[in-house]
Every structure is written in C-alpha cells, then in structure tokens.
Nanobody, 117 residues
C-alpha cells in the first residue's frame, strides 16, 4: 500500500489545518506521526477500520482523526494549533491500532506543518 499525505502549510497559532492521507489500497489502521526539527518521531493519532481512535495526550481535544473507507483516505483535523505542533507529519498504515511506529509497515512521505506565533 502506498500512502500520500497532503494538506500541510503555514498557519498562525490558534488556527486550523486538515491533513489528508490517501492510500492506494485498503488498510486496517491508519496512524499519524510527527517529527519536529531535532526531535524524534512521535505518535499523534490513529484510527481503525471501524473508526475507533486513539490520541497522544498532547493533541487530545484539539486534533480529530477520521477516515473514509470508501476512498481509502484518512484525515487529521488539527484545531487550536500551537507553535509546538510545528513538525513534518507522516501518515502510516498498519495492521494494529497502536501508538508504536513499529506497528506500521507503510509510510507516506510527510507533509510540513508550520505554526507561527
């Protein structure tokens, strides 16, 4: 399965962005991770085929992960963005709903989100 992430950009703090991850085929779990400059990649959110979601504490209440199975597409709606949300965001597909990157076998190329103060 190939993944294509899009929707990143420059936004002011407090603003919103929606990321999209288009998959070339059916996936069970679709996750979002991010990597800020000089930091390790970290888990953001994940959504199962049935729509169950799990979020990192740092984004809970601000980000919403969803998917459209008919389109093999996942979304990450990001609201109330903070400067510390600045990172390259990656989508990933895997066979389990997990916050561990090793649980995902397919990764997209990443899309940059920059939040200015």
């Amino acid at each position: 399965v190939q993944l294509q992430a899009s929707g990143g950009g420059l936004v002011q703090a407090g603003g919103s962005l929606r990321l999209t991850c288009a998959a070339s085929g059916r996936t069970f779990a679709m996750g979002w991770f991010r990597q800020a400059p000089g930091k390790e990649r970290e888990f953001v959110a994940t959504v199962s085929w049935s729509g169950g979601t799990y979020y990192a504490d740092s984004v809970k209440g601000r980000f919403t992960c969803s998917r459209d199975n008919a389109k093999n597409t996942a979304y990450l709606q990001m609201n109330s963005l903070k400067v510390e949300d600045t990172a390259v965001y990656y989508c990933a597909a895997g066979s389990a709903v997990t916050a561990t990157s090793r649980g995902y076998s397919n990764w997209g190329q990443g899309t940059l989100v920059t939040v200015s103060s």
